[in-house]
């Protein structure tokens, strides 16, 4: 099953991904995390990316879509599937995954929409912290690690990352409103569109689309 996970930065998109991820055997795969980690290792990637990713803005569709093309037709063939969690992003992305899943002859099940107020955003980005090491992402209010500072799965470091502060958050709503709401209008029309509040909890969110892809009959491969 192929699902992708749409909405604004702090909808709890990442959250989802990791829930679903233990609760199947889909493979998740973040452009944002990949280009984090690109820009860690200083890889060619990496630099031309930075400036991008650190100012809120979009990195260009190429770069992208080459990143997600790779993993997909690397790993296509063993996983149950992709949870693509912040791509695509424009509709060219969207085109383009398109493009993609055909190829490996697995087309897309679903576009989930977590849908999510400006209040909620700016309180979950400001208050996010993630793993160094594995990714796993807390909040110092709602979602806190048992130790400050330390993540509960992998003993890792968290920090918060260069991007949530409120500046860039509002920036990277503004980029977010103008290229990839249209998307939404693109999934909508080929009938894959499902909404989700994105103000829940994501374990009330997992219980949801549990119920869904049971009913659909997707589930039978997990
Ligand atoms: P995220 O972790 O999904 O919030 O992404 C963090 C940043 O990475 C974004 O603000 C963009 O600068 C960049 N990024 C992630 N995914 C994409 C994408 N599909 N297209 C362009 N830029 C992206």
């Given at each position: 099953?192929?699902?992708?996970?749409?909405?604004?930065?702090?909808?709890?998109?990442?959250?989802?991904?990791?829930?679903?991820?233990?609760?199947?055997?889909?493979?998740?795969?973040?452009?944002?995390?990949?280009?984090?980690?690109?820009?860690?290792?200083?890889?060619?990637?990496?630099?031309?990316?930075?400036?991008?990713?650190?100012?809120?803005?979009?990195?260009?569709?190429?770069?992208?879509?080459?990143?997600?093309?790779?993993?997909?037709?690397?790993?296509?063939?063993?996983?149950?599937?992709?949870?693509?969690?912040?791509?695509?992003?424009?509709?060219?992305?969207?085109?383009?995954?398109?493009?993609?899943?055909?190829?490996?002859?697995?087309?897309?099940?679903?576009?989930?929409?977590?849908e999510s107020t400006l209040p909620v955003i700016i309180q979950r980005l400001s208050g996010r912290r993630v793993c160094r090491k594995c990714g796993h992402v807390y909040h110092i209010k709602n979602r806190p690690p048992k130790k400050e500072g330390i993540c509960d799965q992998c003993d890792g470091e968290l920090y918060q990352r260069a991007d949530d502060?409120?500046?860039?958050?509002?920036?990277?709503?503004?980029?977010?409103?103008?290229?990839?709401?249209?998307?939404?209008?693109?999934?909508?029309?080929?009938?894959?569109?499902?909404?989700?509040?994105?103000?829940?909890?994501?374990?009330?969110?997992?219980?949801?689309?549990?119920?869904?892809?049971?009913?659909?009959?997707?589930?039978?491969?997990?």
């Amino acid at each position: 099953m192929n699902v992708i996970l749409l909405g604004p930065p702090g909808a709890g998109k990442g959250t989802l991904a990791h829930l679903v991820k233990q609760s199947t055997s889909m493979a998740h795969l973040s452009t944002g995390d990949i280009l984090r980690e690109e820009m860690k290792n200083e890889t060619d990637l990496g630099k031309e990316a930075k400036n991008f990713v650190e100012s809120g803005q979009l990195v260009p569709d190429e770069l992208v879509t080459k990143l997600i093309a790779h993993r997909v037709t690397s790993n296509g063939q063993d996983s149950d599937g992709f949870m693509f969690d912040g791509f695509p992003r424009t509709t060219g992305q969207a085109e383009d995954l398109t493009g993609i899943l055909e190829g490996i002859k697995k087309p897309l099940d679903y576009a989930l929409y977590m849908e999510s107020t400006l209040p909620v955003i700016i309180q979950r980005l400001s208050g996010r912290r993630v793993c160094r090491k594995c990714g796993h992402v807390y909040h110092i209010k709602n979602r806190p690690p048992k130790k400050e500072g330390i993540c509960d799965q992998c003993d890792g470091e968290l920090y918060q990352r260069a991007d949530d502060n409120e500046e860039t958050i509002r920036k990277r709503m503004d980029v977010y409103l103008q290229n990839t709401k249209p998307i939404i209008e693109y999934y909508e029309r080929q009938g894959m569109l499902r909404k989700l509040d994105g103000d829940k909890e994501a374990e009330d969110l997992l219980n949801e689309l549990m119920k869904l892809f049971d009913a659909d009959g997707k589930l039978n491969n997990h």
